[in-house]
């Protein structure tokens, strides 16, 4: 059941119910517009992850800005999406089992919908799949770029897949998937950089082993908010994904620029709003943001707007913070902006963005794909 929003356009700040999901507008919009300035005149498009947002509205936006679609991981989310309007949907992610093979084939009558594929069983399956529907489903062969997550390895391991996606009645090859997932948190520029690297290396032997062997292949799509300064200035990449940039994380936050600062090239949007709701000690404060309200999976939130707090502990209502320092102004009943640890499954725990623009709500959004797990 989706809940009431938590505000209403026109609130202050201070009136929006706790805890709440908070988009800074003003530094969302400049965060969309940065990363479209930083890639331009590159030779790439843009795709971003709506995994990370799982808003039809945001994904709109981010095509009104030119990108030429989105990603997203479950079918259920792509349902949310496309129902919202997005009619440009590529499924980073191997989709098995009839039920959701019959879903994904609906939605192609609404939009353009794309996967991926690593494993020749799935083909034959997607094959059917796609038969039984009456289309043609582009599908990218998913390569592993070192993540050794999904992918089969590159080289001959993609060429065979991709002759069989050739080879297929109802299938067309869409491309390689080239994402490198676990570099997108090396702490240091030199180390993502090299992970990078290596995977424009095993992204280009792959495409030039294809196109020796008749099979072109004119999009390579990957990449993320930790690394697409590598992908974009490649010229292997044709398609980033980029996803948390629109909001950053305190996790993304640590990652360092190439003169060791820490990374300025997004800022944080996206807060838990949360409420002092007991001080039982000068040292301690407790707000009503706990393990329901935040992704505590990459670490605890960053207290955004008080230095003298630190968020120590989560338990399931509950958040603690640890007061320090000679300047403390938090009493009972006030408010706090908490950056989560991750912004993506933080995101997954609510119905609703409250957008604010300076201290006034300016927009409720819908959080569509909330729960599209399956």
Excluded at 19 to 25: G, K, Q, R, S
Excluded at 103 to 124: E, V, W
Excluded at 212 to 222: E, V, Y
Excluded at 231 to 248: D, H, K, N, P, R
Aim: proline share 4%; charged share 25%; glycine share 10%.
């Amino acid at each position: 059941m989706t809940v009431r929003p938590p505000a209403e356009i026109g609130m202050t700040l201070d009136e929006v119910d706790t805890p709440a999901l908070v988009i800074d507008l003003d530094a969302f919009e400049r965060n969309l517009k940065r990363l479209v300035d930083r890639t331009a005149g590159k030779g790439v498009r843009l795709r971003p992850h709506a995994k990370t947002h799982k808003c039809a509205v945001i994904a709109l936006k981010q095509m009104e800005l030119g990108a030429v679609g989105v990603c997203c991981q479950k079918v259920s989310e792509a349902e949310a999406l496309v129902y919202g309007g997005v009619k440009d949907v590529l499924v980073t992610n191997e989709i098995v089992g009839k039920t959701k093979l019959r879903r994904l084939m609906a939605l192609s009558g609404s939009a353009r919908i794309a996967t991926c594929a690593d494993d020749p069983a799935q083909l034959a399956a997607l094959d059917a799949a796609a038969g039984e529907a009456g289309i043609v489903l582009p599908v990218h062969v998913e390569v592993n770029m070192g993540g050794n997550r999904c992918g089969v390895e590159p080289g001959e391991p993609a060429l065979a897949l991709a002759r069989q996606v050739m080879d297929a009645s109802h299938l067309s090859f869409a491309g390689l998937q080239a994402y490198h997932g676990s570099a997108q948190h090396l702490r240091t520029w030199e180390e993502r950089q090299k992970a990078i690297a290596g995977a424009v290396a095993k992204a280009t032997a792959t495409r030039d082993l294809l196109a020796r062997h008749g099979i072109a292949c004119a999009n390579i799509t990957g990449a993320g908010t930790g690394t697409f300064e590598f992908e974009a200035g490649s010229g292997v990449y044709t398609e980033l994904q980029c996803g948390s940039y629109i909001f950053m994380d305190a996790d993304y936050g640590r990652n360092r620029d190439r003169d060791g600062a820490m990374t300025r090239a997004f800022e944080p949007s996206l807060f838990v709003w949360a409420t002092v709701m007991s001080r039982p000690a000068e040292e301690r404060a407790i707000v009503d943001a706990g393990l329901k309200a935040l992704g505590m999976d990459s670490g605890p939130p960053n207290v955004w707007d008080e230095p003298a707090a630190t968020y120590d502990r989560a338990s399931d209502e509950h958040g603690r913070l640890v007061i320090s320092g000679a300047t403390n102004r938090l009493r009972l009943g006030d408010k706090v902006k908490l950056v989560p640890g991750h912004c993506d499954p933080t995101v997954n725990l609510y119905d609703w963005y409250v957008g604010v623009r300076g201290d006034r709500v300016e927009a409720i959004w819908p959080i569509v794909a909330r729960g599209a797990v399956y």
